[in-house]
């Protein structure tokens, strides 16, 4: 394994992203390629700006992307309260209880990094 891919933040936000796409199933036809694909791409995105920050070649560059990686994790809560909001999905606790748990762990990353420059 690579070295991103042994960050549990990583790991976890691929597990949210695997459990995005299965809740993104139940949105009507009509947001396939609206708000459901939307929803996959800032998921998506959550670990995919982990791994490339981690391949930067510095601290300073690596806390940028798990910074955009923040913000795409607060983008898709935004984007699951829509859906919430709008009738198409009743609950995403499980998801919302992943996503929270990912914030944290990136926040703490950040904040960890920041600390040993």
């Known amino acids: 394994m690579t070295g991103y891919q042994n960050l549990e933040v990583w790991k976890k936000s691929m597990k949210l992203v695997t459990d995005v796409y299965l809740q993104v199933k139940a949105l009507p036809k009509e947001e396939t390629y609206s708000l459901a694909d939307q929803i996959r791409r800032s998921a998506v995105s959550i670990p995919s700006n982990i791994a490339e920050g981690s391949s930067r070649n510095s601290s ?49 990353l950040i904040s960890s990094l920041k600390r040993s420059k």
């Open 60 to 108: 300073k560059e690596f806390i940028q992307f798990l910074y955009i990686a923040l913000g795409s994790a607060c983008e898709l809560e935004t984007q699951l309260l829509i859906a919430k909001n709008v009738g198409y999905i009743e609950s995403f606790h499980t998801v919302e209880l992943e996503l929270v748990a990912v914030k944290k762990m990136l926040n703490a």
